[in-house]
């Protein structure tokens, strides 16, 4: 009984453990690929709701849009469609991305079934890159399902694949570990909600989704060059248009420096089993 104990009582310990002690080598890949694919099924099997409910509303973004303000723009609705459904697809990648992992782990925490994934052998980069990566994987599914719905409308043909692959998969990750550290640090759904609605939805919107950051009072266009997912957004579009509002180069260096530090903020988390040990 006091080995049963001692295992319950320190269920995240093995976030911790070396790596001589373990019998599945320098990486627990079984392990790894486990988590991964409770990531994916846990979002695939209630894809109404987290995979076509994006692509509907991404849709009900365009036509509202174009209705709203094509015909007062340079190059009328065509010129304007193909403008915005990359910022689209983003905003798409962002927002699920987030959402996946945030509630992962939040409903994990709140059911108690936060044990299940902590007391396997599983370090802490593996528990890191398995909720990463399913947030990343729905992120992109979304972004392939609005790329195909949104290309009846004028989706165009990537002119830099580099820049849509880059910042497509740098958005991912970098909402994926935001999500992730949301739902280690909420102790309950308002807090959680509260992360989503005062700090992704007015980043995501006021970073150049639906607008060329030229359009807005030079003072707004410096204090925008501070949002980092104007990067994501500029550099994205960038990839299908060929054209940006700001330097791509540095939106791939700051996109990479801000991904690199929440990874390790990420990974010091999960070792110390902050919020999630009892």
């Not at 992360?195 to 639906?210: A, D, K, R």
Request: aromatic share 14%.
């Amino acid at each position: 009984m006091n080995d049963i104990s001692d295992t319950l009582n320190h269920a995240g310990a093995n976030a911790g453990l070396p790596s001589q002690t373990r019998r599945f080598g320098r990486v627990n890949w079984m392990g790894l690929w486990t988590l991964y694919t409770k990531e994916v099924k846990r979002f695939w099997r209630v894809g109404p709701q987290t995979l076509l409910a994006p692509v509907v509303s991404n849709l009900l973004y365009l036509t509202v849009f174009v209705f709203a303000f094509a015909e007062n723009r340079a190059g009328g609705a065509d010129g304007f469609i193909t403008f915005l459904i990359p910022g689209l697809i983003m905003l798409g990648i962002l927002n699920n991305s987030s959402a996946n992992s945030s509630s992962s782990m939040m409903t994990g925490k709140m059911m108690g079934s936060i044990i299940d994934v902590l007391m396997p052998p599983l370090s802490h980069v593996e528990l890191a890159l398995g909720y990463i990566f399913g947030a990343a994987t729905r992120g992109f599914c979304v972004a392939v399902f609005t790329a195909i719905v949104l290309s009846i409308f004028g989706l165009t043909w990537p002119m830099h694949w580099w820049a849509v692959l880059y910042f497509g998969v740098s958005a991912a990750l970098m909402l994926g570990m935001v999500g992730l550290l949301s739902g280690i640090w909420a102790e309950k759904f308002d807090q959680l909600a509260v992360v989503n609605q005062f700090v992704i939805l007015p980043l995501s919107f006021l970073s150049g989704t639906f607008y060329s950051i030229t359009v807005l009072p030079e003072i707004w266009q410096k204090i925008i060059l501070f949002n980092p997912l104007f990067y994501l957004i500029d550099g994205f579009r960038f990839g299908f248009l060929g054209t940006s509002d700001g330097h791509v180069m540095t939106g791939v260096i700051v996109s990479a420096v801000i991904n690199i530090i929440l990874f390790l903020v990420c990974l010091r988390v999960l070792k110390s089993g902050w919020r999630l040990k009892a």
